[in-house]
């Protein structure tokens, strides 16, 4: 064998090895494309898609915690400081179908007082869909109306219920006009009892509230109704407002149409709810609320009941930076039918997210 052919058979055994072994290569393979998460603008700020579907979530909530200096419900109920804290967390969701936006509400609070009590509530839980709303959210006695004044203590004087369960219908023209029915739970069941004591164990007819509107410019109006089913008896509330840019203002009435009972609607809280005292015959709000910068505002509210209960209540709502805010207010509220009064006050620290 000459030196070109053992040359050659080497070459050729090189070459084999080769590619035997590169047969053998492990190639990466390629990443995963990325999926960011988009933006979801359609159901306003702040919601997104949840990664690999076409529904949108929206997260936020609070974290407040605040010192209280006697109570303005109740001058029995507590003498000297009480320091509590709470946070919440609030999921939304909305997707799109061909009915419209359907949408789902939850809200989760947690709070901690003195004395190491902590509770949990399961605050708002509903689903929407085409005007529709069902589950727990505040009684639209209240929110069809915007509740009370921009103050803590907005409900001394008892302004209706809050968290329930209902099957509500919020319709909207367009043009400022507005309108809402909803069944509400009428607190049924083993144990239950009405406004006024009465046994609504076996009771199952659900209470109604109705209610329309109209805006126009910097005026609004708008009036409520709601029958408390198990007391046969109701009440209704009547609200106008006003913004003028430098100043904003509400007036609000309420009738109830049997002043000698209390009802879900018109009943009452803190002293007037353990001495057997609602409003009577009727009740009236108003207030006044004043920007004086871009952080800084000033809120009066005031209240009082045909069985003589007076209710003032004035804070001042600083926002140092935004989403966070400081708010000290206090609160004057005369009991005249038990001859008791109390002054109150609160300074609240709060951060939305």
Same mark, same amino acid.
């Given at each position: 064998?000459?030196i070109?052919?053992l040359?050659?058979?080497?070459?050729a055994a090189?070459v084999?090895?080769?590619?035997?072994?590169?047969?053998d290569?492990?190639?990466?393979a390629?990443?995963?494309?990325l999926?960011?998460?988009?933006?979801?603008?359609?159901y306003g700020a702040?919601y997104?898609?949840?990664?690999?579907t076409e529904?949108?979530?929206k997260?936020g909530g609070k974290?407040r915690?605040?010192?209280?200096?006697?109570?303005a419900?109740?001058?029995?109920?507590?003498?000297?400081?009480?320091?509590?804290?709470?946070?919440?967390?609030?999921?939304?969701?909305?997707?799109?179908?061909e009915?419209g936006?359907?949408?789902?509400?939850?809200e989760?609070r947690?709070?901690?007082?003195?004395?190491n009590?902590?509770?949990?509530?399961?605050?708002?839980?509903?689903?929407?869909?085409?005007g /529709? +709303?069902?589950?727990?959210?505040?009684s639209?006695? $209240?929110?069809f109306t %915007?509740?009370? *004044?921009?103050?803590?203590? &907005?409900?001394?004087?008892?302004?209706?219920?809050?968290?329930?369960?209902?099957?509500?219908y919020?319709y909207?023209?367009?043009n400022? /006009? +507005?309108?809402?029915?909803s069944?509400?739970?009428? $607190?049924?069941?083993? %144990?239950a009892? *009405?406004?006024n004591?009465e &046994?609504?164990?076996?009771?199952y007819?659900?209470?109604?509230?109705a209610?329309?509107?109209?805006?126009a410019?910097?005026?609004?109006f708008?009036v409520?109704?709601?029958?408390?089913?198990?007391?046969?008896?109701g009440?209704?509330k009547?609200?106008?407002d006003a913004?003028?840019?430098?100043?904003?203002?509400?007036?609000?009435?309420g009738?109830?149409?049997?002043?000698?009972?209390?009802?879900?609607?018109?009943?009452s809280?803190?002293?007037?709810a353990?001495?057997?005292?609602?409003?009577?015959?009727w009740a009236v709000?108003?207030g006044v609320?004043?920007p004086?910068?871009?952080?800084l505002?000033?809120?009066?509210?005031?209240?009082?009941t045909?069985s003589?209960?007076?209710?003032?209540?004035?804070?001042?709502?600083?926002n140092?930076?935004k989403?966070?805010?400081i708010?000290?207010?206090?609160s004057?509220?005369?009991?005249?039918s038990?001859?008791?009064?109390?002054w109150a006050?609160?300074l609240?620290?709060?951060?939305?997210?």
């Open positions: 064998m000459n070109k052919s040359l050659l058979g080497s070459a090189l084999a090895v080769s590619g035997a072994h590169a047969a290569a492990i190639v990466a390629e990443p995963e494309p999926e960011y998460v988009r933006i979801c603008d359609a702040g997104f898609f949840i990664p690999g529904t949108c979530l997260i974290v915690t605040e010192g209280e200096w006697y109570d419900y109740n001058p029995n109920s507590r003498l000297g400081t009480l320091w509590h804290t709470r946070a919440e967390l609030r999921l939304q969701t909305a997707s799109d179908t009915y936006p359907l949408k789902t509400n939850t989760i947690w709070d901690w007082n003195d004395g009590s902590t509770s949990t509530n399961l605050l708002h839980a509903s689903i929407s869909l085409g /529709f +709303t069902v589950g727990k959210e505040d639209q006695f $209240n929110v %915007g509740y009370a *004044g921009d103050v803590i203590n &907005d409900d001394v004087v008892y302004d209706g219920p809050y968290e329930l369960n209902q099957i509500t919020n909207d023209a367009g400022g /006009f +507005t309108a809402v029915i069944l509400e739970d009428s $607190n049924s069941g083993t %144990g009892t *009405g406004a004591g &046994d609504s164990s076996d009771h007819a659900p209470d109604v509230v209610g329309v509107g109209y805006k410019g910097a005026w609004g708008k409520v109704g709601g029958y408390d089913s198990i007391v046969e008896e009440a209704v009547a609200r106008v913004d003028f840019g430098v100043f904003s203002a509400f007036v609000m009435g009738w109830n149409t049997d002043g000698d009972k209390l009802n879900k609607y018109a009943g809280n803190g002293a007037g353990a001495s057997g005292i609602g409003w009577g015959d709000w108003g609320g004043v004086i910068n871009e952080k505002k000033w809120n009066l509210q005031l209240a009082y045909d003589k209960i007076f209710a003032a209540t004035t804070n001042v709502k600083w140092p930076v989403n966070l805010l708010e000290p207010e206090v004057y509220t005369n009991w005249d038990i001859n008791q009064d109390q006050g609160i609240r620290f709060e951060r939305t997210f």
